[in-house]
């Protein structure tokens, strides 16, 4: 069978995506992992420098996406399948080019953990995120902000003149083009992924990049070492022996491959059956990620998957050692590789015996006689000339902002074509601002719309016409860079110029300067006149955009902050019965009810059980609040998702 490439449809149990949060995202939605400079004695060289390069401080301009729910329906999504006699790869453009299924044909065995649902959960470094399959993590540490965004997608001729199956988009967080080329050839047991970053720009920029690839929780898994970075949600990094225990707790092993040796990575079942990959030196990581046998655990796994779907854990090929780290990528260079994912197999006895040792030198000897390294490195040096090709047949499209920036800076990208007829209604103001020097004014009193954060947007908004459209998103662009106090100059000579109407943005961002300057009194009343700014019927038609609830939900935490309940129950009673259903906001309602002196009451809806979509990874506050409702009883399994020691009940 010649390889081939194909549009599908696939049917799974799925949760709406939702609408993205309208408000920009001024703060980071989470502390990054970071390890403090006492920590970071001792460590290699670049390793040390690398995890204080370039740390994420706002995943600007990417939105927020938290308009997501827990409610699933069948639903289709569109599927590639890249398939030969030996494999089939079916690939989810829509949903990040996420390879959602690998399954080995001879044995009929599926390579990944192929997630049986679509569960978004707030795992990405801009929420939305689902697990399963293999991921392509491009940006900052963490998952990358297109987990839930379409990608480009083409068919290309490969080098041994088959199909290939080339997916690429702009990646905004570092502001970079990448493409993956998933190619199989005929007959081959082994899906080769040729990946790569380019760096456009006159300037370094800091990349990232770690392939994510769930399997079975129960698999042994072997990589080229015998010790690891120990990195967990306590945020210690400790270098440990492998194979170590698993513990109650999630915890990151990035394997210490050593120089020069062969960088793979297998998951191997009870039988020894399972998978492998492997790639050129520069994807020089490995890591496995579990959840632990606590309870906290099991309920993660249970949410990103559903009840009895059986447990993932996650291994891992990365541009750095672990993935605290970014890496310097010069001016007008590229960095690309290539990887190797295929069955692998070793007898049972060696595959889980207790000799580490002997299970890892048996596993590298038998993926030596399946895929050499220099089968791999050639396979690599085959594909480099094809990267420039020019895709035929379009099977998918992604965003128009890669065709912004190409208008913009006038870059020659072959290979990556991004082109005019995807602009969109999002880049039509920056199209603008681009060619007559002007941002547009919006008509209306709605959300103003995504801010474009880089340094050369931020030059054309600072010589562009002071209305107050502009002046806000200057504003954005100067909070981003670190320059605060220019940016909170920009939103009040906004707010001078700006029609009632249209104040609410401004105020909303000058509210969210004063929490973060400690000025939480001032933040409170920024909030209030915020959010009584949407009258009754902008707030009627923007509830279904989303600006009400999410203005809302800021609004009250910030007046419950400074102790001012009988105003947060005000903007409450302002919302829809539908937007106070939510999980997010029955949380916030418990609060309410603590501050107006009620606890039955709040006690009462936690007996509810209700389930908060967007609750983030590693968040600990629903257990935290039922000890403080319900202080001595034991927190119910659909509120634990303890992830620490000292989040148990006595811990430290």
């Known amino acids: 069978m010649a390889t081939t490439v194909r549009r599908d449809v696939t049917t799974l149990p799925a949760a709406e995506l939702g609408p993205d949060n309208p408000l920009p995202p001024l703060r980071l939605p989470r502390e990054p992992h970071r390890v403090d400079d006492r920590a970071r004695q001792g460590l290699p060289r670049d390793m040390a420098r690398q995890l204080g390069y370039e740390p994420l401080r706002s995943v600007l301009p990417a939105p927020l996406r938290d308009g997501y729910g827990r409610r699933r329906a069948p639903a289709s ?70 987990s839930c965004a379409p990608l480009h997608a083409a068919v290309v001729t490969a080098p041994d003149g088959g199909p290939m199956l080339r997916l690429w988009e702009w990646e905004r967080l570092r502001d970079v083009p990448f493409q993956v080329d998933l190619w199989l050839p005929e007959d081959s047991d082994f899906l080769h992924v040729g990946v790569r970053i380019r760096n456009p720009h006159e300037k370094p920029v800091p990349v990232y990049w770690w392939s994510n690839t769930a399997v079975p929780e129960e698999r042994r898994v072997l990589a080229p070492a ?23 707790y999630a915890a990151d092993h990035f394997y210490d491959v050593p120089d020069g040796a062969r960088r793979w990575i297998a998951a191997l079942d009870a039988d020894g059956h399972g998978l492998v990959q492997t790639s050129t030196a520069a994807l020089r990581g490995r890591k496995l990620f579990r ?57 049972a006895d060696v595959a889980h015996g207790d000799d580490w040792a002997a299970a890892r030198a048996a596993a590298e ?7 050499p390294p220099s089968a791999v490195d050639a396979a690599f040096e085959r594909w480099r000339p094809y990267a420039d090709d020019e895709p035929g047949q379009t099977l998918a499209v ?29 880049q039509e103001p920056w199209l603008e601002l681009l060619r007559s020097g002007a941002v547009p004014e919006p008509s209306g009193s709605g959300a103003p719309g995504p801010t474009l954060v880089a340094r050369h947007w931020r030059d054309m908004l600072e010589t562009a016409p002071a209305r107050p459209h502009a002046e806000y998103h200057l504003g954005v662009a100067q909070w981003h860079a670190g320059d605060r106090a220019q940016a909170v100059r ?73 102790g001012r309940a009988e105003a947060a129950r005000g903007v409450w009673d302002r919302l829809s019965p539908a ?31 209700f389930e908060v979509a967007d609750l983030r990874e590693g ?10 409702v319900a202080p001595g009883v034991p927190v119910p399994p659909c509120y634990d998702f303890r992830m620490t020691p000292a989040a148990e009940p006595g811990g430290a």
């Open 77 to 146: 999504f569109d599927v590639l399948v890249l398939e030969n006699e030996r494999l089939r790869a079916t690939v989810l453009p829509g949903l990040g080019g996420r390879v959602h299924s690998l399954v080995h044909k001879p044995t009929g065995r599926e390579l990944l953990y192929r997630n049986p649902v679509f569960q978004p959960a707030c795992f990405a470094l801009n929420g939305a995120w689902y697990a399963g399959g293999i991921e392509w993590n491009i940006g900052a540490t963490g998952h990358t902000t297109l």
């Open 226 to 248: 015998d010790r690891a970075w120990r990195y967990d949600y306590t945020r210690a990094l400790a270098r440990v022996p492998v194979p170590e225990p698993h513990g109650p």
């Open 291 to 347: 959840w632990g046998a606590g309870g906290g655990g099991r309920r993660w796994q249970e949410w990103l998957t559903g009840p009895d779907t059986g447990g993932y854990a996650e291994i891992q090929a990365g541009l750095a050692r672990t993935q605290l780290e970014h890496v310097r990528l010069d001016a007008e260079s590229e960095v690309a590789w290539l990887e190797s994912y295929g069955p692998l197999s070793l007898p």
């Open 365 to 371: 000897e038998r993926l030596a006689d399946v895929l």
């Open 398 to 426: 992604g965003s128009g902002w890669g065709a912004l920036e190409v208008l913009r800076g006038e870059f020659k990208l072959p290979g990556t074509p991004f082109a005019e007829a995807t602009l969109g209604p999002e």
């Open 490 to 562: 920009s939103w009040e000579r906004g707010l001078e110029r700006a029609a009632a109407a249209v104040r609410w943005p401004l105020l909303r961002c000058l509210a969210v300067a004063d929490l973060e300057a400690g000025h939480g009194e001032r933040a409170a009343d920024r909030y209030a006149q915020a959010f009584a700014g949407l009258g009754e019927s902008e707030a009627r038609s923007e509830a279904r955009s989303g600006v009400l609830g999410a203005l809302g939900r800021e609004a009250i935490e910030a007046l419950l902050a400074v």
């Open 579 to 609: 937007v106070r259903g939510r999980g997010r906001f029955r949380l916030l309602e418990v609060r309410l009810l603590l501050a107006e002196g009620d606890p039955a009451g709040a006690r009462a809806v936690l007996d509810e059980e």
């Open 619 to 628: 968040d600990e506050g629903l257990g935290e609040l039922w000890a403080t």
